[in-house]
C-alpha cells in the first residue's frame, strides 16, 4: 500500500496497519506526537485503534520544545 | 519549464505595491500566542508591514536572559513582556492596534481571545502549550490558520529550517532541535522561525486578497 507520509508517497507491506504500528515501523519514538489522518488529528488513546490505509495523508508532528 | 516556475514566482510578488500590500493587511488582525522570542520578534514584523491589529497574550515578566533572542531592550527587565512589547510595536508603527492580555493561556482563553482573528500564531516554548494550542483550534475553530513554530534551538544549519502545510496547519522550524542546557534558544535561529511564521501569515493574509485587488474591490 502506498500513503502520503508528511507530504511525500511512501510504500508499505500490507493492506492496513494502525497507528501504534506505523511509528514502530518508522521509528517514531518521540513523546510529543501528533498525528493527522487524513486532515483529522487521531487521539494519543486511539492509536491501537486507528488504521491507515492505501491512500490516506498522514501527517506526523514531533512537538518540541523552543519558542 | 523552470522559466516559467520563475516567471509565475516574480508576478506573484510584483502583484501588490506596498500600499495596496498595507490596505489590506490594515484590515486584518493576527493573533499571537506568546511573546518569547517567536512571538516579540514575529509581532514586530507583522507590525511593520503594517497588519491592523495584533492580540498579543502572555503572563511573564521580561527577563535579562530573554535579550538573547527576544524583542526587548535592557531597560524594560522586570516589566509584562505584552506591556513592554505593545511599547516596542507603537515605536515602530504608531498606527498598530494591540490588545493584550497577561494570561497564562488555556483552552477557553484560546477561544475567546483568538476568536475575532484572521491567523493565529502559535508561540509558545513548551510542547505540552503547543499541543494545547493545536488541538483547541482543530476542535473549536478548524476554519482558522494556525501558524506554529516548531524546532529553532541551537545556531548554524539554516537549511534545516522549513515550513510546511498540512490543510490550515503550517509549521516553521527545523522539527528536530528541541531547547537544553547545551542547545539554547538563540537570535538568529529563533528570529529565522519567527520571521518564517510572520512571512507565512502574509501568505494567508495577502493571498486571500489577491483576487479582490485583482478585481479592483
Not at chain 2, 119 to 136: C, Q, S
Not at chain 2, 169 to 194: M, Q, S
Amino acid at each position: 500500500m502506498k500513503i502520503i507520509l508528511n507530504n511525500k508517497e511512501e510504500s508499505f507491506a500490507g493492506d492496513q496497519f494502525t497507528i501504534n504500528e506505523l511509528l514502530q515501523v518508522k521509528n517514531f519514538t518521540f513523546k510529543m506526537l501528533v498525528i493527522k489522518v487524513n486532515g483529522l488529528i487521531v487521539k494519543k488513546g486511539e492509536f491501537d485503534s486507528t488504521w491507515v490505509h492505501d491512500g490516506d495523508d498522514v501527517m506526523v508532528l514531533h512537538l518540541i520544545s523552543g519558542g | 519549464m523552470e522559466n516559467t516556475t520563475h516567471i509565475e514566482f516574480f508576478s506573484k510578488f510584483a502583484a501588490m505595491t506596498f500600499e495596496q500590500i498595507k490596505q489590506v493587511l490594515k484590515t486584518k488582525t493576527v493573533g499571537i500566542a506568546g511573546c518569547g522570542g517567536l512571538g516579540s520578534n514575529c509581532a514586530v514584523a507583522l507590525a511593520r508591514v503594517g497588519v491592523g491589529r495584533l492580540v498579543l497574550a502572555d503572563f511573564d515578566l521580561v527577563q535579562e536572559g530573554n535579550l538573547n533572542r527576544q524583542f526587548y531592550f535592557y531597560d524594560q527587565i522586570g516589566i509584562l513582556k505584552v506591556a513592554a512589547l505593545k511599547q516596542n510595536l507603537f515605536r515602530i508603527n504608531p498606527d498598530v492596534r494591540v490588545n493584550t492580555f497577561e494570561i497564562r493561556l488555556c483552552e477557553s482563553d484560546i477561544i475567546e481571545i483568538y476568536n475575532q482573528c484572521d491567523v493565529i500564531v502559535e508561540a509558545f516554548d513548551k510542547p505540552e502549550m503547543k499541543y494545547m494550542i493545536l488541538d483547541t483550534v482543530h476542535k473549536y475553530m478548524p476554519e482558522k490558520y494556525l501558524v506554529m513554530g516548531v524546532g529553532m534551538a541551537g545556531w548554524g544549519d539554516n537549511n534545516l529550517i522549513h515550513s510546511r502545510q498540512a490543510g490550515k496547519l503550517i509549521i516553521c522550524g527545523d522539527e528536530i532541535n528541541a531547547v537544553d542546557t547545551e542547545c539554547p534558544p538563540l537570535a538568529p535561529r529563533v528570529g529565522v522561525v519567527a520571521y518564517m511564521q510572520a512571512n507565512a501569515v502574509l501568505e494567508i493574509l495577502l493571498g486571500a486578497n489577491e483576487q479582490q485587488i485583482h478585481s479592483g474591490i
